[in-house]
């Protein structure tokens, strides 16, 4: 057996919760002893992300070393088997777990350096949007899939007598797409018509009718809206601890673990297939059956750049951070908003010559204005992208420029001052998957059949979320799939 190299990403669990979760599992283990070899690898880091949810993020420690020469290592002493490893606890990586766990008799285990929600789904706004997405694109058909399958969700809640709002956040806000130019409006009637073609409800607001519908809203002349009064958010955070909490119930049988504050190391090789036998993590050896599915955000192209460095696989996967702020003002009365709104220009975001921002010390910035009121009543305001590597610092200016940009939208914000709201103030920092062609990636690595991908959703993690573990589950249990999976392969476009 050979190995390679690798490395992960992001709840609110302690190393010890995480242990207690095996232990209850009574779950199967094998220690095979085998001579392995492995690449180090520094991007999962050597120290686990201490994260406060409700405070501003540190910055993470995640400069590559690069990878070591053949090194010989020990087996773990604590090695167990299980049919799919997840590397990667984010939203990609717990849906993938839950829809396995669901959908078949598998038994999983995921394993993250840090915890869930410390990486990208934790600093996300909740948008579970149609209204921003464009009918017939290569991404559409997984949009209004996985969108149908958080209705359904939110559903089920309903029918087994609980709250979707106090459960996952979910609350259907209706969202508002505002254009502010002659070439914006032209482009939103036209939205409005492609989105009842697909067979969505959406409207055309006109300024009368968008001042009436969002009163606190600047309204000119050529002011107008795309209306989706469907449209739905959730809350990050209550999210993944409801799946979380599902994927636990599978541990007293036997079927699902969890591996948190335990640094993801190398993966290991069979000698004799070369296929992924095993991932060693810094306390363990997992080795899997069937599947190892690599979710770990921003992280992956690295990770998988470390793990194919001395083998004869050609893959280049370029996903790479994009750094995002969002501005939480907690309790905030003085705006008080009927529907979540976002500007045009955030729809050609990913398109940076559509965003004429600014270049700061090398870095391409782009500022949109979005704003909701999440489940408990505070005010949201995004949002910012921009290519700053792994930094997760909170930058002043830019948190300035989002007040700012809000206040051109609202009015009311004009007459207050920002620092006035500084015990109240939260900043979100989150690095996106960003893949320069607009779409994720997912299914497996040519050459590797038991090694799957599922990454680069940028600003769709949530969003995209179930339908990606959907398409993920029914490739590893080779099932029919729901949509195609042609835009996403990682062939043609990472090697």
Known sequence: MTSISSNNQSTNFTPQESVNVWRSRGGRQSCRTSAAFAFKSSFFGKKPLLLSVNKTRPGRALGPTGCSRLNPITASSRCHTFDVIIIGAGIIGLTIARQLLVGSDLSVAVVDKAVPCSGATGAGQGYIWMVHRTPGSEIWDLTLRSNKLWKMLADSLRDLGLDPLQVIGWKQTGSLLIGRTPEELVMLKERVKQLREAGLRAEYLSSSDLLQAEPELMVGE???????PYDSQLDAM?????????????????????????????????????????????KNTLYSKKAVVVAAGCWSGSLMHDLLRETEIVLDIPVKPRKGHLLVLENFNSLKLNHASMEAGYVGHHDLTLHPGQVDHGQILSISMTATTDAIGNLVLGSSRQFAGFNTEVEQTIIDRIW????????KLRDLCLADFISNRKVRIGLRPYMPDGKPVIGPVPGLSKLFLATGHEGLGLSLALGTAELVADMVLKNPLKVDSAPFAVQGRCC
């Not at 700012?404 to 009015?411: D, V």
């Open 404 to 411: 700012k940009r809000a206040a051109e939208f609202y009015p």
């Open 238 to 282: 209550l999210a993944v601890a409801y799946i979380e909490k599902g994927n636990r119930h599978f541990a007293s049988k036997g079927r699902y673990a969890e591996f948190y504050h335990d640094p993801v190391t190398c993966l290991l090789r069979s000698n004799s297939t070369g296929e992924v036998e095993a991932v060693q993590t810094s």
């Open 222 to 228: 050529d002011s107008g809206a795309a209306f989706l």
